[in-house]
T-cell receptor, first 115, second 114 residues
């Protein structure tokens, strides 16, 4: 595997379900990100982790719970979601967060549908 | 705060036509500017970037020039191909503070017909 991978690629869940999204980066990066991509809206940064510590929580509802057990893996735990949470969830990684020259590499995303 | 405005799509062109996708921005300081491309079913890929005024980013025949005086970073390509069909995102990132934060435009869908 190379780059940034995400599983599952598609997920349908009911509002009472609990599920998790997984992201893995094979680039040796130290920073990882979760973004939400909704139709007709700009990408929204949700969470940022640097060296497994959360450095950004962008006013995201508590029904989204991130976890970063090591610098290569990032999870997004979902519970009691709402239909408006249906979106494409993108994971990204970068070498670090500390300099503006580092490019973010994106995974293919998980298409989430909440019924 | 920062913001990016790019032209509403969708844009539909014939193969070998000239492409322009407009992008303007509002930011404090001296941001870096980016164009990302998202092909169907894939994540975003960096297409090109410029880090200071008058810089020109280029890649795969696409170009964009950082114009500080007009706060613009328009994407151009002289002859598009069917394989260029994708969604294009303009983005900026500040040079200081939380400089990992990317601010994106809403995206412009480009469809190129044979």
């Amino acid at each position: 595997e190379t780059g940034v991978t995400q599983t599952p690629r598609h997920l349908v869940m009911g509002m009472t379900n609990k599920k998790s999204l997984k992201c893995e980066q094979h680039l040796g990066h130290n920073a990882m990100y979760w973004y939400k991509q909704s139709a007709k809206k700009p990408l929204e940064l949700m969470f940022v982790y640097s060296l497994e510590e959360r450095v950004e929580n962008n006013s995201v509802p508590s029904r989204f719970s991130p976890e970063c057990p090591n610098s290569s893996h990032l999870f997004l735990h979902l519970h009691t979601l709402q239909p408006e949470d249906s979106a494409l969830y993108l994971c990204a990684s970068s070498q670090d967060t500390g300099t503006s020259s580092y490019e973010q590499y994106f995974g293919p995303g998980t298409r989430l549908t909440v019924t | 705060g920062n913001s990016v405005t790019q032209m509403e799509g969708p844009v539909t062109l014939s193969e070998e036509a000239f492409l322009t996708i407009n992008c303007t921005y509002t930011a404090t300081g001296y941001p870096s500017l980016f164009w990302y491309v998202q092909y169907p079913g894939e994540g975003l890929q960096l297409l090109l970037k410029a880090t200071k005024a008058d810089d020109k980013g280029s890649n795969k025949g696409f170009e964009a020039t950082y114009r500080k005086e007009t706060t613009s970073f328009h994407l151009e390509k002289g002859s598009v191909q069917v394989s260029d069909s994708a969604v294009y995102f303009c983005a900026l990132r500040n040079s200081g503070g939380s400089n990992y934060k990317l601010t994106f435009g809403k995206g412009t869908l480009l469809t190129v017909n044979p």
